[in-house]
C-alpha cells in the first residue's frame, strides 16, 4: 500500500526557513519522479518543485527558483523540500504526490498523494 506523509510545516516570518519531509512506504522511491504541489486559499493547485527518478534531475517553478531545492534520500525513502527566503505568497498547504511527470511537474490521474502540511508565512 502507497503511503505518503509530509511534515515540516509551520509557521514563520517572511525570510525564515522550513524543511519539509515526505516520508513514503509500501514502494521503492528512487524508481518513481516525486513533486512537491501547493493549493492556496481559492487558487488552483501548483507544482513546485519535482525530481525525476532516474538521474535527479529537478524542475522549479519560476517562482520558487533560487529559493527552493528538493532533494531525496533513497536510503530513507524520503524527499525533502529545503524553502529558504519565504515570502508570504508561499502560504500554502504543501503536498507531495509520487508517479509525476517531473518535467512539467504535474501530477497524472494515478498519481498518489499525501495528506500535505501547512505552510503559513507572516509576521
Known amino acids: 500500500q502507497v503511503q505518503l506523509v509530509e511534515s515540516g510545516g509551520g509557521l514563520v516570518q517572511p525570510g525564515g526557513s522550513l524543511r519539509l519531509s515526505c516520508a513514503a512506504s509500501?514502494?521503492?522511491?528512487?524508481?518513481?519522479?516525486i513533486g512537491w504541489f501547493r493549493q492556496a486559499p481559492g487558487k488552483e493547485r501548483e507544482g513546485v518543485s519535482c525530481?525525476?527518478?532516474?538521474?535527479?534531475?529537478?524542475y522549479y517553478a519560476e517562482s520558487v527558483k533560487g529559493r527552493f531545492t528538493i532533494s531525496r534520500d533513497n536510503a530513507k525513502n524520503t524527499v525533502y523540500l529545503q524553502m529558504n527566503s519565504l515570502k508570504p505568497e508561499d502560504t500554502a498547504v504543501y503536498y507531495c504526490?509520487?508517479?509525476?511527470?517531473?518535467?512539467?511537474?504535474?501530477?497524472?490521474?494515478?498519481?498518489?498523494w499525501g495528506q500535505g502540511t501547512q505552510v503559513t508565512v507572516s509576521s
Open positions: 509500501g514502494f521503492i522511491l528512487d524508481y518513481y519522479a
Open positions: 504526490a509520487v508517479d509525476v511527470l517531473f518535467r512539467l511537474c504535474v501530477s497524472y490521474p494515478g498519481s498518489s
Open positions: 525530481i525525476s527518478g532516474s538521474d535527479g534531475s529537478t
